[in-house]
């Protein structure tokens, strides 16, 4: 059983030194507990705020510990009634091969789980509760419909478009009658993915130019929702390109998370006034009220490919911190997993 320990709080970009991949007993399982054997582990932008000490609304990883994420495995011994070896189950424990956890905090998926989930296995690999029905996608729709109130006819800019979150923040605006998406991304091939099989009306490659710029050429009449996943220049750019009655919706701010000082804020906010815009933060850990509806409304999208995702997959535990890694690259299309 490897797992992967937190040694240092990483200071700027993480580096190799501040983690170890130890190898450690399988865990016992104890009464109410199930061991689950891992098949696909999540890695994801906000575990960088957990390497760090500073409060956050997760608690930071613990020094010389196994650290956590999502997880998807099949359970291999179980003391807890309701779960039999060979179901498979999402839970927390992710970041190592074997965990032992208390069964109310697994949630069966797959094939064996409760039938509340009615969509059709085959079309939905296990990896995808990770993200294109799990976290991720939750999170784009919580924060597209409820945080930025997206309407039909609404001219929405995305960034991290071609990310997990932002691929699919699009292509449900679009499902839903936006009248313009704009997608930004970090390469050309992803731009060209965004608009060629995910069916944004318009996207650019932010490195290409600066960002005010092209948003503006992308929407010469301003945008009506702006889904933040990035900060920085992109923020700044869609408070100048806003609406009236705009919103935005501060998902994540990608583009600060190594920094080692506060980015400066946006120059421009007193166009919030003109607008009567409205920005908020939201996370998706206050919106799983909606996951019923998430999973009943993106599910046979995803199943019949009216949404379409990728991921990226990356195989064995010993590359998870790679991964994890090349999220903050941008090394990603769609969801970054890890296959075990
Ligand atoms: P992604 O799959 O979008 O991966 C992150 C992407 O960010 C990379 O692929 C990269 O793509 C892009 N990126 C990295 N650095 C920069 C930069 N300096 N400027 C612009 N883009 C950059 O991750 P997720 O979909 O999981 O997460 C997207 C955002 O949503 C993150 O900010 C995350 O923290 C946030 N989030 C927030 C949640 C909440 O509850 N509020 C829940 C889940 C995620 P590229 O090649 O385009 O640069």
């Not at 009248?179 to 991304?185: E, L, M, Y």
């Not at 090349?326 to 075990?340: A, E, P, S, W, Y």
Request: charged share 20%; proline share 5%; hydrophobic share 40%.
């Amino acid at each position: 059983n490897r797992e992967w320990h937190l040694l240092s709080r990483p200071v700027g970009w993480p580096k190799p030194e501040d983690f170890a991949l130890v190898e450690a007993p399988v865990p016992a399982v104890g009464e109410g507990q199930v061991l689950v054997r891992n098949k696909y582990l999540s890695v994801d932008p906000y575990m960088r705020g957990r390497m760090s000490a500073a409060k956050s609304y997760a608690a930071p990883f613990e020094l010389g510990k196994v650290m956590q994420g999502g997880a998807v495995g099949e359970v291999i011994e179980s003391r807890a009634e309701g779960f039999a070896v060979g179901d498979h189950v999402l839970h927390f424990l992710g970041w190592r091969e074997y965990a032992a956890l208390d069964a109310k905090n697994a949630v069966k998926v797959g094939p064996t789980a409760v039938p509340s989930v009615k969509v059709d296995p085959e079309a939905v690999p296990l990896s995808t509760y990770l993200g294109v029905l799990g976290m991720t996608g939750l999170t784009a729709y919580a924060g597209l419909l409820r945080t930025a109130s997206f309407k039909e006819g609404d001219v929405v800019f995305v960034s991290g478009a071609a990310g997990a979150v932002g691929s699919q923040v699009g292509q449900i605006a679009k499902l839903k009658g936006a009248s313009r998406v704009i997608g930004s991304a970090g390469s050309d091939e992803k731009v060209k993915l965004l608009v060629e099989e995910y069916g944004f009306d318009a996207a650019f490659n932010y490195k290409s130019g600066p960002v005010d710029e092209q948003l503006r050429e992308a929407a010469p009449d301003g945008i009506d929702v702006y889904f933040d996943n990035v900060g920085g220049d992109h923020l700044e750019a869609a408070i100048g390109s806003l609406n009236l009655n705009g919103r935005i919706a501060i998902c994540g701010m990608i583009s600060v998370y190594n920094n080692t000082e506060p980015a400066p804020g946006p120059k421009n906010l007193a166009r919030l006034i003109q607008t009567r815009g409205r920005m908020e933060g939201f996370l998706v850990g206050d919106h799983y009220d909606l996951q019923p509806q998430f999973v009943q409304e993106v599910g046979p999208w995803v199943a019949s490919g009216a949404l379409k995702y990728r991921e990226t997959v990356v195989e064995g535990v010993e590359n998870t911190l790679d991964a994890f890694l090349g999220v903050l690259r941008g090394d990603n299309t769609g969801k970054m997993i890890v296959k075990l």
